[in-house]
T-cell receptor, first 115, second 110 residues
Framework: DVKVTQSSRYLVKRTGEKVFLECVQD?????MFWYRQDPGLGLRLIYF???????EKGDIPEGYSVSREKKERFSLILESASTNQTSMYLC??????????????FGPGTRLTVL | TQLLEQSPQFLSIQEGENLTVYCNSS?????LQWYRQEPGEGPVLLVT?????EVKKLKRLTFQFGDARKDSSLHITAAQPGDTGLYLC??????????FGPGTRLSVLP
């Protein structure tokens, strides 16, 4: 079974803190994604990566950055957390070389609260 | 930017009832996926439909892709409490981008 794990299920941070969300997949997938999920808005793509050290902006990249130093690990960074970044963050991976068109396997999510 | 709308937003039914949820857009998609997300978990893919007019069945779930490739429906027969969750549709715009709808939250009461 494909397994996508996220470093924390729940996280509480203060405004202005730097926040790291880690995601690891164990199936040698090329593509990895970070989404945020908010009620009534569905999943919105923040960033994705189709190879090590490669990254592409999604629909809402402002206030976020990412890092992919190893194929299995994709990190989402909030340089200076703000209250409007309180959300559920979902990481996903997919196996093909195409950017967004294949089956995506999701982690359990990190619920981030910024106070 | 393509938008996907889903209806109804919430649905609460009794065990054994049938239901249909809808996913609509003004845009054409090359394929469309349905996911189910249970509380505290990430979404899990149920099906991908790729051909206009296509119907796929997965046990008690029937998925249909509209002829014009702008809409899709999910029909559940004899719903069970285990069907409870958030049902998300997601559309692929010929590899250019991928967009999720807001979801239908289904509650099946025993």
């Amino acid at each position: 079974d494909v397994k996508v794990t996220q470093s924390s299920r729940y996280l509480v941070k203060r405004t202005g803190e730097k926040v790291f969300l880690e995601c690891v997949q164990d199936m040698d997938h090329e593509n990895m994604f970070w989404y945020r999920q908010d009620p009534g808005l569905g999943l919105r793509l923040i960033y994705f990566s189709y190879d090590v050290k490669m990254k592409e902006k999604g629909d809402i990249p402002e206030g976020y950055s990412v890092s992919r130093e190893k194929k299995e690990r994709f990190s989402l960074i909030l340089e200076s957390a703000s209250t409007n970044q309180t959300s559920m963050y979902l990481c996903a991976s997919s196996p093909t070389g195409l950017a967004v068109t294949d089956t995506q396997y999701f982690g359990p999510g990190t619920r981030l609260t910024v106070l | 930017t393509q938008l996907l709308e889903q209806s109804p937003q919430f649905l609460s039914i009794q065990e054994g009832e049938n239901l249909t949820v809808y996913c609509n857009s003004s845009s054409v998609f090359s394929s469309l996926q349905w996911y189910r997300q249970e509380p505290g978990e990430g979404p899990v893919l149920l099906v991908t439909v790729v051909t206009g007019g296509e119907v796929k069945k997965l046990k008690r779930l029937t998925f249909q892709f509209g002829d014009a490739r702008k809409d899709s429906s999910l029909h559940i027969t004899a719903a069970q409490p285990g069907d409870t969750g958030l049902y998300l549709c997601a559309g692929d715009n010929y590899g250019q981008n991928f967009v999720f709808g807001p979801g239908t939250r289904l509650s099946v009461l025993p």
